[in-house]
């Protein structure tokens, strides 16, 4: 949201009050996190004691929560409105802060981060990382505004246009603005399908249901990452409004309605530094099960199937040599008005216990679509409703509409007991055979209603999600056990991370839209989520062949796999022979790359740092690497550039050093831009000089013993010796010490 006319001037409506000084600076030990800094900000010049009457202040609290992350809290009247923060358990017991008030100011120590008081005018808060300033705020950044009733403000619509999922009236905000330097680029803020660099746009945390090809984002995520050497995230799970210098064009402008504006600093100096302590404050990702990472595949969503149909699919695969992991059944396998009665539709699906032993005995696992709907038609609705477990209306009433599903209510998972129950018949399906769910939804949260235990409603409506999916996710951890327990959900907030996988939403079924599908997923992974999918072929339509051809080699490339249409089927031989080959000969690689792949997940529970990575996160010392968002590192060692092109063509960035391509074994130098033609069975896809690959000995399956028939591939441009850790779905752990002067390839 924008509240200047210019670099001089407020816009007609708005009243800003600056924080103008450190008119005292305190050091204290009553912050939230223990030794901190507590800084009155008058707004307007002291120059006498008269200058203190009737003049508003800000309220300025520093601490520190971790080693590494500082948190800033700015209050205008700190007995009013704040949304509260994320869960953040990776807070620490103790003391971590260390803080000192002299003449100069006052600074506050975690670690190799630095926050920095000046005293006196102007104002000025500087972060500094190993000792070098990355950021700061100064004059007329920190501000407590008002907006006039006929404010010229444009809001604009943020969200849904619908009036019960839009934002909430507001009239009062805090701000908050740091510097964004020359050169600085800023990435993050939840899973973006525009340009990766967010420098110049404006973003509203506010999430939505808007598809991959608009403004809007399923996964709104109020942290962002600077190449400068830190990470913000703003402890609010309400709107958050972002101005990445596209206000002030040399700040980063950040605002939440109300009277309290919380945020954490988080160190560097590279991304992966920033991302392992911002994931260790929100949460880390799980381990996923090795058999989630084989291809999934859809019966999609209004095409028709029954038993006979998911057979002939299954057995399709297994005939052409085509690796299946998951079957999914979609929307329809329960009665259309009915989502959710968690039932099979016995129309075609008469014997759904004994299907889905069928489908077992097959080496199947089986995912499930769900929402947080009850439909009308339901024969839950009526028993939910008598027992308060929908939201309601002010008036008392549930609150229901005809978008999705008719006269459909929403689970209030704020209330334990309708958590409870809805988790019921959850763990019915699990007992009938149903391994893992796709929670779809969970991003049109109405704001005009009432909580079961009094939640704010702008809060409620990006934090719905993670309630939504925590009791989805709980259930999976205490019937299969936590290594084993996956979802494949659609939205999120801050601290998602904790419940994956997601995948990218509804997309269409075209290059542009594959291109934008891989921006948000790299956005996503820059924003702390380590896994990541996506529809092969696109959601909405049909591919032609091309598309569905260059999009498996893509998908298959991913850290997760999923086959899904809207209304077509996405098996590949409904296109042609060749998309038959493509998929066979990228998902065997895939299974081969599974003790790479596996460990990286393994990893990513440890440092919180994805799979699928952007050039600038792997290589932040590079510039060129920074605006590139048309390809990704999986894992450190692998580079992919996807081709979105029928004919083949493709331009890509190789970084520094000697890459060798795993297609066809040549070896070519990097620190520069390459433009290749490939066929529909080939893409560019490097390993990184000097890498060791341990590849496996199976094709057909990914959760198989690793360590059983194991190479490790050793390739061109490495020096000395390398340690290889390679670690069995069982939990058998190796660590290999190899000489790279031993080059196989």
């Not at 926050?115 to 990355?134: I, Q």
């Not at 759904?352 to 038609?377: F, K, T």
């Not at 999600?465 to 907030?493: I, K, M, P």
């Not at 000995?697 to 013993?705: N, V």
């Amino acid at each position: 949201m924008k509240f200047t006319d210019g670099f001089w001037q407020l816009r007609p409506g708005v009243t800003a009050l600056y924080a103008h000084e450190a008119f005292d600076i305190e050091a204290t030990d009553a912050t939230p996190d223990g030794p901190g800094l507590r800084v009155t900000a008058p707004t307007a010049a002291i120059t006498g004691r008269g200058a203190t009457l009737n003049r508003p202040v800000l309220t300025v609290t520093l601490s520190a929560p971790r080693e590494g992350v500082i948190r800033v809290r700015i209050a205008h009247h700190e007995g009013g409105i704040w949304h509260g923060g994320f869960e953040t358990p990776g807070i620490e017991a103790g003391d971590v802060g260390v803080a000192q008030v002299d003449a100069a100011g006052g600074t506050l120590r975690a670690g190799a981060l630095t926050a920095r008081v000046s005293a006196g005018a102007p104002w000025s808060l500087a972060f500094e990382v190993d000792g070098r300033r990355v950021t700061g705020s100064g004059h007329k950044s920190a501000a407590y505004l008002r907006l006039s009733a006929d404010a010229s403000v444009d809001r604009g619509i943020v969200g849904n246009a619908r009036a019960e999922t839009g934002l909430p009236d507001e009239r009062v905000f805090v701000h908050e603005q740091l510097d964004l330097g020359v050169g600085e680029t800023i990435y993050g803020l939840g899973e973006r399908f525009g340009p990766l660099v967010k420098n110049g746009q404006s973003v509203d945390i506010w999430n939505a249901d808007g598809g991959t090809s608009s403004e809007q984002a399923y996964k709104n995520v109020p942290f962002y990452l600077s190449s400068a050497g830190y990470g913000l995230l703003v402890n609010d799970p309400g709107h958050v409004s972002f101005e990445i210098g596209s206000e002030a064009v040399e700040r980063v402008q950040f605002a939440v309605p109300g009277e309290v504006l919380e945020y954490f600093v988080v160190a560097g100096p590279t991304p992966a530094d920033v991302l392992s302590r911002y994931t260790a404050l929100t949460g880390r990702p799980p381990v996923v099960p090795a058999w989630s990472y084989g291809p999934w595949l859809s019966t999609s969503f209004t095409t028709d199937y029954d038993e006979a149909t998911v057979t002939s699919f299954i057995e399709g695969m297994a005939e052409r040599d085509l690796p299946l992991s998951v079957f999914h059944f979609d929307c329809f396998w329960m009665r259309e008005f009915n989502w959710c009665d968690f039932e099979w539709d016995p129309r075609v699906f008469p014997d759904p216990e004994g299907m889905l032993a069928r489908l077992h005995d097959r080496g199947l696992r089986v995912s499930a679509w769900i929402n947080p709907y009850i439909g009308q038609r339901s024969p839950l609705f009526a028993e939910a409703a008598a027992a308060g477990y929908l939201v309601r209306r002010r008036d008392g009433s549930v609150w229901q509409w005809d978008l999705w599903q008719a006269g459909m209510g929403l689970v209030d998972f704020t209330n334990p007991d309708a958590t409870a129950w809805y988790q019921g018949h959850l763990r019915r399906l699990v007992a009938q055979g149903v391994d893992c769910f796709k929670t779809d939804f969970g991003e049109r949260i109405p704001t005009d209603v009432v909580w079961h235990d009094g939640a704010d409603p702008a809060r409620m409506h990006n934090l719905y999600t993670q309630l939504y999916n925590r009791a989805v996710h709980d259930v999976l951890v205490d019937e299969r056990g936590a290594g084993e327990a996956v979802l494949f959900a659609r939205s999120a907030t801050a601290g998602g991370q904790t419940m994956p996988v997601h995948w990218g939403g509804d997309n269409t079924s075209t290059f542009v839209s594959m291109a934008e599908s891989l921006r948000g997923g790299l956005s996503l992974a820059m924003s702390g989520f380590a896994h990541w999918s996506h529809d092969i072929g696109g959601f909405e339509g049909t591919p032609d062949a091309a598309v569905f051809k260059r999009w498996t080699a893509f998908g298959l490339l991913s850290s997760h796999s999923r086959f899904h249409g809207s209304d077509s089927y996405r098996v590949p031989w409904a296109f042609d022979e060749e998309a038959v080959e493509v998929t066979r000969r990228f998902s065997h690689l895939k299974m081969q790359l599974m003790p790479y792949l596996y460990q990286q997940g393994l990893d990513a529970a440890e440092t919180g740092i994805p799979l699928m990575r952007p050039l600038a996160l792997e290589f932040p010392a590079d510039p060129a690497a920074r605006y590139v968002d048309g390809q990704y590192m999986l894992g450190p060692s692998l580079l992919v550039a996807p081709v979105f092109t029928a004919d083949g063509d493709v331009e890509f960035y190789l970084p520094d050093g000697e890459w060798t391509s795993l297609l066809t074994g040549d070896v070519v130098t990097g620190g520069r831009w390459r433009r290749e033609r490939h066929g529909f069975d080939s893409l560019p896809l490097y390993v990184r000089g000097g890498a060791v690959l341990p590849w496996g000995a199976r094709a057909d399956r990914p959760d198989y013993d690793y360590l059983d028939g194991l190479r490790l591939r050793v390739f061109a441009g490495g020096e000395g010796e390398a340690t290889v850790v390679v670690t069995t779905p069982e939990g058998r752990r190796e660590e290999f010490t190899v000489d790279r002067s031993e080059v196989t390839g």
